[in-house]
T-cell receptor, first 116, second 115 residues
Framework: GAGVSQSPSNKVTEKGKDVELRCDPI?????LYWYRQSLGQGLEFLIY????????KSGLPSDRFSAERTGGSVSTLTIQRTQQEDSAVYLC??????????????FGPGTRLTVL | AQSVTQLGSHVSVSEGALVLLRCNYS??????LFWYVQYPNQGLQLLLK??????LVKGINGFEAEFKKSETSFHLTKPSAHMSDAAEYFC?????????????FGAGTRLAVHP
């Protein structure tokens, strides 16, 4: 079946603009994660959704970052007033959310964000 | 807190040679451990995972890893490298304290395979 999809694949924006990044998880997956991959920081957890709620937002780097998930499916990560240090690849992953057996996360191809 | 250390940011092997990518972890609870591979401009693909069953875990593409609690290691191996194995490899430990698998990644190891 279809995997995790993300859009856009690439986004170039000017400093100070807002951006929205979209993630479509695998159908039926209740858990959704956002990670950021940057040269300086490696792969970092940003936020976790179970259904439409986000019990763990501990990785969001500042209040300029927010995310929502609607209908237990699509998620949007919004970055307001972008800064150059926000430049990174933003990866989304989904999983069944079932406890045990490692609950494998399936990753999308990512959105490469460049802030000029 | 959980953490992962991958020794060697770059590893280069000859085609047909043994691949060994090192991963050591720190975890306050029995860990779930993962190896992911990332090809250029692609997302992460799961190679294998350890979830407290057999300590020798076999994954896709001929890779395997052995969980050694005494050494807090989870090294990835493949007996014979292929050109198509050239990619970046990430070891991760799951922080399961919240009842979900928040992944903590190592810095990654870029594997080069030369003829």
């Amino acid at each position: 079946g279809a995997g995790v999809s993300q859009s856009p694949s690439n986004k170039v924006t000017e400093k100070g603009k807002d951006v929205e990044l979209r993630c479509d998880p695998i159908s039926g997956h209740t858990a959704l994660y956002w990670y950021r991959q940057s040269l300086g920081q490696g792969l970092e957890f940003l936020i976790y959704f179970q259904g439409n709620s986000a019990p763990d937002k501990s990785g969001l780097p500042s209040d300029r970052f927010s995310a929502e998930r609607t209908g237990g499916s699509v998620s949007t990560l919004t970055i307001q007033r972008t800064q150059q240090e926000d430049s990174a690849v933003y990866l989304c992953a989904s999983s069944t959310g079932l406890a045990g057996d490692g609950d494998t996360q399936y990753f999308g191809p990512g959105t490469r964000l460049t802030v000029l | 807190a959980q953490s992962v250390t991958q020794l060697g940011s770059h590893v280069s092997v000859s085609e047909g040679a043994l691949v060994l990518l090192r991963c050591n972890y720190s975890s306050s609870v029995p860990p779930y451990l993962f190896w992911y591979v990332q090809y250029p401009n692609q997302g992460l693909q799961l190679l294998l995972k350890y979830t407290s069953a057999a300590t020798l875990v076999k994954g896709i593409n001929g890779f395997e890893a052995e969980f050694k609690k005494s050494e807090t290691s989870f090294h990835l191996t493949k007996p014979s490298a292929h050109m198509s194995d050239a990619a970046e490899y990430f070891c991760a430990v799951s922080d399961r304290r919240g009842g979900y698998n928040k992944l903590i990644f190592g810095a990654g190891t870029r594997l080069a395979v030369h003829p």
